[in-house]
Nanobody, 126 residues
Framework: VQLQASGGGLVQAGGSLRLSCAASGHTFRNYHMGWFRQAPGKEREFVAATRQTRPGVRYADSVKGRFTISEDNAKNTVYLQMDSLKPEDTAVYYC????????????????????WGQGTLVTVSS
């Protein structure tokens, strides 16, 4: 399984970026696809993730209403549209995936995810 993230860059506060993650080695079916981020000196934290078996999404409270996760199943690509960016959104963003457990909510714990991309840096200037 390979996850290739792209789309990071430098943007001013209030601006937008769209991250992409192309997956190879598995389709989205029966997998959670998600994004985490890690700011300098901080632990990696959950941002957003999807569920396929009972379609849904979950967001961290800090990004709710500003970020949107979406998928293009034909391209095996998951996106993270980030609007109204703030300096505190500055971090390396990681794409991730894991097999679904339909009996459980969308996971937010880093240890629940098994596949990770290399990360893409997002810098938001004030």
């Amino acid at each position: 399984v390979q996850l290739q993230a792209s789309g990071g860059g430098l943007v001013q506060a209030g601006g937008s970026l769209r991250l992409s993650c192309a997956a190879s080695g598995h389709t989205f079916r029966n997998y959670h696809m998600g994004w985490f981020r890690q700011a300098p000196g901080k632990e990696r934290e959950f941002v957003a993730a999807t569920r396929q078996t009972r379609p849904g999404v979950r967001y961290a409270d800090s990004v709710k209403g500003r970020f949107t996760i979406s998928e293009d199943n034909a391209k095996n690509t998951v996106y993270l549209q980030m609007d109204s960016l703030k300096p505190e959104d500055t971090a390396v963003y990681y794409c991730t995936s894991t097999r679904e457990n339909s009996m459980r909510p969308i996971p937010t714990n880093i240890y629940d995810y098994t596949n990770w991309g290399q990360g893409t840096l997002v810098t938001v200037s004030s």
